[in-house]
């Protein structure tokens, strides 16, 4: 089966054919239907993030299970999914606690690159290939743990499905499960791609009075009105703190998030948030870098700094609520899609996210 493959960082995918073990106890192989393509992948290739290659990347995506191996309990071949790449263990203190997205067996998985046993499904040549999140979407058919398939309803489009694997639990949980944003605050993010679109309608769907979406390609700015945004701001000609807080009386807003990854936009977010508000940070930036926020705004100004992995999601109760928030008409879906690729023109869509062209560009298998 084919599958692209990230051999050396900084350089292209390689489409190739790969071989896939069948799925082992309690694993699931699942016919991939669509897979988004997120700025997480791309910081894979950049080497922000640094794992094992040769890897297939991708971590959005939905598909049919295909096969089930031994003891698999919550899905059955034909059922849909939604592949999730924090699969709790269920058992460690974290997901004791309610909080399977800070999940301690989840977090090694995502830095080993392979299935929690430390061995991969994916092989060429006879060589191991690694699998992004234990998942690693870019692939024909993949194998992952029982816990990262979610079973969802049958009547979404896979590739609308797709996007709830990521960018959607991540922007609109960042917003509704992080913040708990209020009906009638005022909400900033910096970054309109894939996530800071759902943080948007994520902010619309709680009620935010004011939405301000910041970014540097107008049009995408103009497209985030459709998702509620009620002020733009273009971060490349406009200062953006002190746009903010021309928009809000020279306050800042309730709650502010951003959605790229950058020390420097991460800062700006703190900035822009008013006394006793909430700055959240939801894009991820590499593991060596640092933040850099006024020591003495800590006590004086009174704000809270916080961080939101995967929208602090639960995937098993949370993807087909929001599946059944689309089906309902309350989240959008379609108009994040901005591009459908071929896996062979994947790098077409890794070329226009650098470029920042698409919201979402997905690959249709
Ligand atoms: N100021 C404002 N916006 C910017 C700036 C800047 N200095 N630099 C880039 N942007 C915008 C881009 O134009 C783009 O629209 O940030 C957006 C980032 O969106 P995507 O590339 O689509 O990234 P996305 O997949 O949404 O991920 C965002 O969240 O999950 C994490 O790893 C992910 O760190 C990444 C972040
Ligand atoms: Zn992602
Ligand atoms: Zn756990």
């Known amino acids: ?102 999940c301690d067996e989840a977090a090694k998985l995502t830095a080993m690159g392979t299935m929690p046993d430390g061995t991969t499904r994916f092989s060429l040549g006879g060589k191991p290939v690694y699998q992004f999140l234990s998942i690693g979407t870019f692939s024909e058919y993949t194998v992952v743990p029982e816990r990262a398939a979610i079973p969802i309803r049958a009547d979404v489009p896979f590739e609308l499905a797709a996007l709830v694997g990521c960018s959607v639990m991540t922007g609109v949980g960042a917003v509704i499960k992080t913040a708990k944003v209020e009906p009638g605050s005022t909400v900033a993010v910096i970054g309109a791609g894939g996530v800071g679109f759902n943080v948007i309608q994520g902010a619309a769907l709680s009620g935010a009075k004011q939405i301000i979406a910041i970014d540097i390609v107008p049009e995408k700015l103009a497209m985030t009105k459709k998702f509620g945004a009620t002020h733009t701001i273009n971060a490349g000609e406009e200062d953006v703190v002190s746009a903010v807080l021309d928009l809000t009386d020279g306050h800042g807003v309730d709650y502010a998030f951003e959605a790229i990854g950058r020390p420097e936009t991460m800062a700006e977010a703190y900035n822009i948030t008013r006394k006793t508000g909430t700055t959240v940070i939801v894009g991820i930036a590499a593991p060596n870098e640092n933040v850099a926020v006024n020591a003495f705004s800590l006590p004086s100004q009174s704000k809270t700094l916080t961080g939101s992995w995967l929208g602090q999601g639960n995937p098993p109760v949370d993807y087909p609520k929001l599946l059944d928030l689309y089906a309902a008409g309350k989240l959008q879906l379609e108009p994040l899609v901005s591009q459908i690729y071929s896996l062979d023109q994947i790098n077409e869509g890794f070329e226009a996210l650098k470029a920042g062209k698409n919201i979402r560009g997905v690959i249709r298998f």
């Open 1 to 102: 089966m084919k599958a692209a493959v990230l051999h050396h960082y900084g350089e292209q995918l390689r489409i190739e054919h790969v071989e896939l073990e069948p799925p082992r106890k309690g694993e699931v192989r699942v016919k991939m239907k669509a897979a988004g393509i997120c700025h997480s992948d791309l910081h894979v290739v950049n080497a922000h993030l640094p794992l094992p290659v040769p890897i297939v990347l991708g971590h959005e995506g939905a598909g049919v299970v295909d096969a089930v191996g031994e003891g698999v309990m919550s899905v059955k071949a034909g059922d849909h999914v939604v592949l999730n790449w924090v699969p709790s263990c269920g058992t460690c203190y974290y997901c004791q606690i309610g909080r399977p997205d800070m």
